[in-house]
């Protein structure tokens, strides 16, 4: 049975950095599209960041283009969600997800497309 297990999350002031990991067990993540979800308080979850095709392809949220940074190490059987110039608004518990069962085309930024889930981190940015 594949699970995943988020971690890094914490407190921190805006303009600070953090590092999330999600490590995955049962078997290798070399092959899956991996997501990043996170859901703020009150509002419904939300794609982040996915990292797919051999890593040769990353996306994001608009709201983190350019401080986000997904990657993965085959070796560690882990993902990463590198968190630069953080906001407020970034609060949320973020989610790492994989689709590791499913085939064909699927809408990337839907929480539908994923089959396998970790329990989610909490990340607080104070002002």
């Known amino acids: 049975q594949v699970q995943l297990l988020e971690s890094g999350g914490g407190s921190v002031q805006a303009g600070g950095s953090l590092r999330l990991s999600c490590g995955a067990s049962?078997?290798?993540?070399?092959?899956?599209?991996m997501v990043w979800f996170r859901q703020a308080p009150g509002k419904e979850r939300e794609f982040a960041a996915i990292?797919?095709?051999?890593?040769?392809?990353?996306y994001y949220q608009d709201s983190v283009q350019g401080r986000f940074t997904i990657s993965k190490d085959n070796a560690k059987n882990t993902l990463y969600l590198q968190m630069n110039s953080l906001k407020p608004e970034d609060t949320a518990v973020y989610y790492c997800?994989?689709?590791?069962?499913?085939?064909?085309?699927?809408?990337?930024?839907?929480?539908?497309?994923?089959?396998?889930w970790g329990h989610g981190t909490q990340v607080t940015v104070s002002s």
């Open positions: 990292i797919v095709n051999d890593d040769r392809f990353t």
């Open positions: 049962g078997r290798s993540l070399e092959t899956w599209p």
């Open positions: 997800a994989a689709r590791v069962y499913g085939s064909g085309n699927y809408d990337f930024t839907a929480e539908g497309a994923y089959d396998t």
